[in-house]
């Protein structure tokens, strides 16, 4: 049997149709109820309250989960070695960033001076982690009943 380019082109453009069709299902199903983010949101609020971090958005994975903003760090060479981590804050990496370029001021004239960064990103945290972050319980039959049924 033999197939013409056109029939083949056809089959292809079906098969993508379909395939974005499902991704778009997929993504549906991960998004929370109104009740899911009523028990939800106070303990991802507290959590960022604490934390002085901001929510980016909820969203339903495995289990609640919260995408928040935070910001990545590091240096690229230097008398010190390579350093590099995570902050939530800005300020908070601006401080770590003041703090070794203070302590690797101590370079040969023929190095370079280090490069370090501080760019934003996104970071995930599920909500028995914010639970514990910022102290609060939740009630367990009640979160069982929206999450696990």
Do not use: C
Not at 2 to 31: F, H, M, P, R
Not at 38 to 64: E, R, T, V
Request: without cysteine; hydrophobic residues 40%.
């Amino acid at each position: 049997m033999k197939i013409k380019k056109s029939q083949l082109k056809e089959i292809i453009k079906e098969g993508i149709k379909a395939v974005l069709k499902e991704k778009k299902a997929v993504i549906k199903e991960e998004k929370m109820s109104p009740e899911q983010i009523k028990f939800a949101k106070p303990i991802f609020d507290a959590a960022a309250k604490k934390g002085k971090f901001k929510i980016k958005n909820l969203y339903m994975s495995f289990q609640p989960s919260a995408a928040i903003h935070a910001f990545s760090f590091g240096k690229e060479s230097g008398m010190l070695g390579s350093v590099w981590g995570h902050a939530l804050t800005k300020s908070s990496a601006m401080a770590l960033k003041k703090a070794w370029e203070k302590a690797d001021m101590d370079l040969e004239l023929s190095e370079k001076e280090p490069k370090f960064f501080v760019k934003p990103e996104v970071q995930y945290i599920t909500l028995f982690q914010a639970a514990k972050y910022a102290g609060v319980k939740y009630d367990r039959k009640e979160y069982d009943k929206l999450f696990r049924s």
